[in-house]
């Protein structure tokens, strides 16, 4: 992920010298003014949503866009587990622009996470998240590159040993009917306890309190 991530900045560094930057920041807050933490905040092309830039909101709920771009107009797009999508075209030129979003809370528990790494039972494997994660691991999709056997393609695509999950449950619901991509770019690592793996069809799951038994 963070090979990724210093890549994509060598690229918009490259092209700013043939084309002109612009700075976009401002802060996501809810209706009732609290910041908004770790959403993330895309500067896209409106006519066919091409990413041009993205960054996450800090514990202020502030952020800060780069654009280098040749596109008269942009469109900022807000998005979290958290909040309702909210998307605002702009001019492409430096300038301040907050949000207030309305609140979409999926909230996973706070557990205690237990030391072992690994363990499971038949055909179910359990992944402990708090034995993985590291400190550059923003979202649940960072740790999930580096357990075993589960890879992660560029595109968001989830295998495990090769072969692609059909499901991702969070706290047993197939809430996204497989665009589960969404879910684990918003959702924070540090809030999934347990990454959970049925081997016979390759649902993964996201829980709150499964623990390692004794």
């Given at each position: 992920?963070k090979?990724?991530?210093?890549?994509?900045?060598?690229?918009l560094l490259?092209?700013?010298?043939?084309?002109?930057?612009?700075?976009i920041?401002g802060?996501?807050?809810?209706?009732?003014?609290?910041?908004?933490?770790?959403?993330?905040?895309?500067a896209l092309?409106?006519t066919?949503?091409?990413?041009?830039?993205?960054?996450?909101?800090?514990?202020?709920?502030?952020y800060?866009?780069s654009?280098?771009?040749?596109?008269?107009?942009?469109?900022?797009?807000?998005?979290?587990?958290?909040i309702?999508r909210?998307?605002?075209?702009?001019?492409?030129v430096?300038?301040?622009?907050?949000?207030?979003?309305?609140?979409?809370?999926?909230?996973?528990?706070?557990?205690?996470v237990?030391?072992?790494k690994?363990?499971g039972?038949?055909?179910?494997?359990n992944?402990?998240?708090?034995?993985?994660?590291?400190?550059?691991?923003?979202?649940i999709?960072?740790v999930l590159r580096?357990?075993?056997n589960i890879e992660?393609s560029?595109?968001?695509?989830i295998?495990?040993?090769?072969?692609?999950?059909?499901?991702?449950?969070?706290?047993?619901?197939?809430?996204?009917?497989?665009?589960?991509g969404?879910?684990?770019n918003?959702?924070?690592?540090?809030?999934?306890?347990?990454?959970q793996?049925?081997?016979?069809h390759?649902?993964?799951k996201?829980?709150?309190k499964t623990?390692?038994?004794?």
């Amino acid at each position: 992920m963070k090979r990724r991530i210093l890549f994509l900045l060598a690229l918009l560094l490259s092209l700013s010298s043939s084309y002109g930057q612009s700075i976009i920041t401002g802060h996501v807050r809810t209706l009732q003014g609290a910041p908004v933490e770790y959403a993330r905040v895309l500067a896209l092309v409106p006519t066919d949503s091409t990413i041009l830039a993205y960054t996450f909101t800090d514990a202020l709920g502030s952020y800060r866009l780069s654009v280098s771009s040749t596109q008269p107009q942009l469109l900022i797009s807000v998005a979290s587990m958290e909040i309702e999508r909210i998307d605002r075209r702009v001019e492409n030129v430096s300038q301040t622009c907050d949000f207030r979003v309305k609140e979409s809370r999926t909230l996973l528990r706070e557990v205690q996470v237990k030391a072992r790494k690994i363990w499971g039972k038949k055909d179910t494997v359990n992944y402990s998240v708090g034995a993985f994660i590291g400190k550059n691991d923003v979202v649940i999709a960072d740790v999930l590159r580096k357990l075993p056997n589960i890879e992660v393609s560029v595109d968001g695509l989830i295998k495990y040993q090769g072969k692609p999950i059909n499901k991702f449950y969070i706290e047993g619901l197939d809430a996204l009917q497989g665009r589960y991509g969404i879910a684990t770019n918003n959702i924070s690592a540090k809030d999934v306890a347990t990454v959970q793996v049925l081997e016979n069809h390759q649902p993964v799951k996201a829980l709150e309190k499964t623990q390692p038994s004794s």
